[in-house]
């Protein structure tokens, strides 16, 4: 994938299903960038409303690509496939950016030919909540202070829990990591986030320069799919931190990481089915992610929920400080 001759520098990709109410606000944060070499793709995953109608305003400043309802990582794919920056930077329809987010990000990526992406600092914006930004909420004084170079950025991406509306990416480093799982319906972005960790460096900017917005609270965010739907999710996270563990040539402390990150997802899928009522599932996930990490949080958590079930599951959610 090269980009083309006196192409955009960035290809911004905006995948959206039924968001008629926002789309047309994200594309405006795009609209609004200093660095003016871009193009807008916005990939319409089949919607029913009137996207189509609010995008198509928008004239020949965005390209519009509409799909069948395939899933959210079809979309950005589909979008990729589409670009010819040479850099990709992804925008949910119903988030924001601000003004400098793109002029920031490719500044430092063509400064440093050895990076492959590169990621801002986020500020989360709940419904009826104080803002907050996201590598103070993670306490990363050090990514909060300064731009910080990660030369192994699988440990920050697994504890920091990446959004990808924050990260733009070096175009040809789809060729060597692939684009995003479109088998996993859930977290697909997770996934790709930690093959691209692994790729090579990233540099960092303190800057909250993505606003990651709570508009409507029927949408599906992270948040949203543990509570509504746990156990797939749960099970998403599975398969995805099993495959990171997978990976040939992972340090010790991205192993530990990984493990200790897995064995939260099995618990969470034990409390799960336990819920549903399948006890006999539930205490297998439990011991199961004892053999995933041997903590003493770990086995705390495990203790709770085998020994006191419901009450017990409830005490260590109540407990754990959440994932944003």
Known sequence: MTAAMNGPAVSVIIPTYNRAYCVGEA???VLAQSLREREIIV???GSTDETSAVVERYGDAVRYIRQLNAGVGAARNTGIRAARGEYVAFLDSDDEWLPDKLGVQVSALAADRSLVAHMTNVLIVPQDQPSRELFS???RADLAA???RLERPLVD??????YLQAVMVRRAVFEQIGLLDERLRFLEEREFLCRLAIAGPWVTSPQPLVRILRKNPGDENLMGMLTRRPATACASLVRIYCRVL???GLLPAEQTAARRWLARAKWDLGAAVWMRGRRRWGRRW????????????TLAKVALGVLLG????????????PAV
């Open 157 to 162: 991406v697994l504890d920091l829990w990446i």
């Open 137 to 139: 909420l993670k306490r």
């Open 310 to 321: 419901r009450s017990g599951i409830r005490i260590a959610q109540r407990l754990r400080r």
């Open 146 to 148: 300064r731009p910080c």
């Open 43 to 45: 990939v319409d995953d």
């Open 286 to 297: 439990f011991v199961s992610a004892l053999g995933c990490d041997h903590s003493a949080k």
């Open 246 to 248: 997978a990976r040939p």
């Open 27 to 29: 594309i405006e944060s």
